[in-house]
């Protein structure tokens, strides 16, 4: 059964920094790209970042360029988002996703169950 | 940066066709997917490639693509389906996100 799941949210203030973890389990970890999304309460969904199979590639929202770093360990088959300086606007449940497009598309067929990122001023 | 546009909110009544719309410059040329996000739960994506349904998805849910519009159709839509959609796109090697949808179903 393919899992992922979220860990490492909670209340934080303005200017720090925190690190989400994303475990994954049920497939190949290994083959397959990620991706942070966000959702700030009462908004829509928002992408955060993704990384390639081998996370030699990754690329980011414009919003958290310089600040925020995902990362991955295919030998722990886990994912990870660095926050640093960390904003109220920041504020949001974060999800893991994984990547199933190939050349030209990419799109989420597996979700993580989301953690909940709370930045107070 | 590249923008799809999302109607707020469409209402359908139960059993009836709901029809949400996905629009954006040069769409043609991309592929569209679709999620379903209900409150308090993560979002489950229900199209995959315009047209593509995920197994475990139901029939009633489909897709299309005309132009620069993309299309989800829920046939028969039942109380269940009454959620956020959002429409997603892949545009030089970042993911775009609609504003969502609310449908209703009354």
């Known amino acids: 059964q393919v899992q992922l799941v979220g860990s490492g949210g909670g209340v934080v203030q303005s200017g720090r920094s925190l690190r989400l973890s994303c475990a994954v389990s049920?497939?190949?970890?290994?083959?397959?790209?990620m991706h942070w999304v966000r959702q700030a309460p009462g908004k829509g969904l928002e992408w955060v970042a993704v990384t390639s199979y081998d996370g030699s590639n990754k690329n980011y929202v414009d919003s958290v360029k310089g600040r925020f770093t995902i990362s991955r360990d295919n030998s722990k088959n886990t994912l990870y988002l660095q926050m640093n300086s960390l904003r109220a606007e920041d504020t949001a449940v974060y999800y893991c996703a994984k990547d199933d497009g190939t050349g030209g598309t990419s799109f989420m067929d597996v979700w993580g169950k989301g953690t909940t990122v709370t930045v107070s001023s | 940066s590249y923008e799809v546009t999302q109607p707020p909110s469409v209402s359908v009544s139960p059993g009836q066709t709901a029809s949400i719309t996905c629009s954006g410059d040069k769409l043609g040329d991309k592929y569209a997917c679709w999620y379903q996000v209900k409150p308090g739960q993560s979002p489950v994506l229900v199209i995959y490639q315009d047209i593509q349904r995920p197994s475990g998805i139901p029939e009633r849910f489909s897709g299309s693509k005309s132009g620069n519009t993309a299309t989800l159709t829920i046939s028969g839509t039942q109380a269940m389906d009454e959620a956020d959609y959002y429409c997603q796109v892949w545009d030089s090697g970042t993911v775009v996100f609609g504003g969502g949808t609310k449908l209703t179903v009354l």
């Open positions: 049920g497939f190949t970890f290994s083959n397959y790209g």
